[in-house]
């Protein structure tokens, strides 16, 4: 278990609430954030541990023609077969875990806080917990369903339908609140948001 000599704080949200913006307001005002999407890319990349494992266990078809793995490919088979998903998390996970202990004890050596960004972080943070990860607090970045929807559906280009269908994909945004200790609500102007952030960056 990683002891916390420094404050480990968990940010994450739901499709369309602001999660990114918050991340890029946060890292605009020098805190370090350590981005689990971006290491989830990594610990796939073409020689590493969990890309070999992945071959092996679902074959080289997942492959580009530059032996990367075919993202699309891959969730096409995952995601219609529960025993293949949770096989991926198996080899995944693991790596992930690793990675964001490693990138902990780097950024704790000149740094009090440390932000993790994780999306899934409420759904996962069972794992995490069993895997050494611990939070000190969780920040919710926060939206109305009404504004989630108008952002995704101008930001992707998409129908209401189908936004739909992604934001009911994820645990309600409203269930996450019991989780956070500090909520950042977005659900008015950049300025707003800002304002929201900064507030509570300026208790530290």
């Given at each position: 278990m990683i002891q916390n000599k420094v404050k480990i704080i968990g940010l994450t949200g739901g499709i369309g609430t602001g999660k990114s913006t918050v991340s890029k307001i946060i890292r605009d005002r020098g805190f370090p954030i350590i981005d689990a999407d971006v290491i989830a890319r990594e610990v796939v990349e073409i020689g590493e541990v969990a890309y070999l494992k992945i071959i092996e266990?679902?074959?080289?078809?997942?492959l580009n023609n530059d032996k990367s793995i075919d993202r699309k490919k891959l969730g096409n088979i995952v995601f219609c077969n529960p025993d293949s998903r949770l096989a991926l998390n198996r080899i995944v996970h693991p790596q992930i875990n690793k990675k964001i202990k490693d990138e902990i004890l780097n950024y704790s050596k000149n740094n009090d806080i440390i932000f993790l960004d994780i999306p899934l972080l409420i759904e996962e943070l069972e794992n995490f917990n069993e895997a050494g990860i611990q939070f000190d607090e969780i920040w919710l970045v926060y939206s109305d369903i009404e504004t989630q929807l108008k952002r995704i559906i101008e930001r992707d280009?998409?129908?209401?339908?189908?936004?739909?269908?992604?934001v009911e994909?994820?645990?309600?945004?409203?269930?996450?609140l019991r989780y956070a200790n500090v909520?950042?609500?977005?659900t008015g102007?950049?300025?707003e948001l800002i304002n929201n952030v900064v507030r509570e960056l300026n208790m530290f």
């Open positions: 266990t679902f074959g080289e078809q997942i280009n998409t129908d209401y339908e189908s936004a739909i269908r992604r994909a994820q645990l309600p945004i409203d269930e996450k909520i950042i609500n977005n102007s950049i300025e």
